[in-house]
């Protein structure tokens, strides 16, 4: 399966996770092309928001590009949200998604932000535990 395809089927599959879970959410076409802060996911519930950039990969890691950060925390300071990064590594724990604070990512010298396996372990929440969150 083709990055991109692969990308757009793990957004409608944590869409359908969030709305089987009580949670409002809507997926961002075209969310990596914009000129204006952009995210792949808003999701909330009861003014509760979270502005979600989705990552999967077959490593065991994954890089959010500086621009990426500083689009997901611009939107998330304009709008109020909390931002967050979905990650889902198809080598482990196959169809599930590790839930990271976007401040919980390492910081790379280059500026890119990354996730691997074991700090998604350690520090990731499962989509069910994010919701109760959201929804306290």
């Known amino acids: 399966m083709k990055?991109?395809?692969k990308g757009t089927k793990a957004e409608r599959d944590l869409l359908d996770k969030?709305?089987?879970l009580g949670i409002g959410a809507v997926r961002v076409a075209g969310s990596g092309a914009s000129?204006?802060?952009s995210t792949d996911i808003i999701a909330g519930f009861r003014g509760r928001i979270a502005?979600?950039?989705v990552?999967?990969?077959?490593?065991e890691a994954v890089y959010i590009p500086p621009e990426e950060v500083r689009s997901i925390n611009s939107l998330a300071s304009v709008i109020g949200a909390e931002p967050w990064v979905a990650?889902?590594?198809t080598s482990e724990r196959r169809g599930n998604f590790y839930m990271l604070k976007i401040d919980d990512a390492r910081e790379?010298?280059?500026g890119y932000l990354t996730i691997d396996l074991d700090l998604a372990r350690s520090k990731g929440i499962s989509v069910?535990?994010?919701a109760r969150r959201i929804m306290a």
Do not use: G, M, N, Q
């Not at 990552?55 to 490593?59: A, E, G, H, P, Q």
């Open 3 to 5: 990055v991109k395809r």
């Open 51 to 53: 502005v979600i950039e």
């Open 55 to 59: 990552k999967v990969s077959s490593k």
């Open 108 to 110: 790379l010298k280059s």
């Open 87 to 89: 990650v889902k590594f």
């Open 128 to 130: 069910e535990e994010f």
């Open 35 to 37: 000129a204006h802060p």
């Open 18 to 20: 969030f709305w089987r």
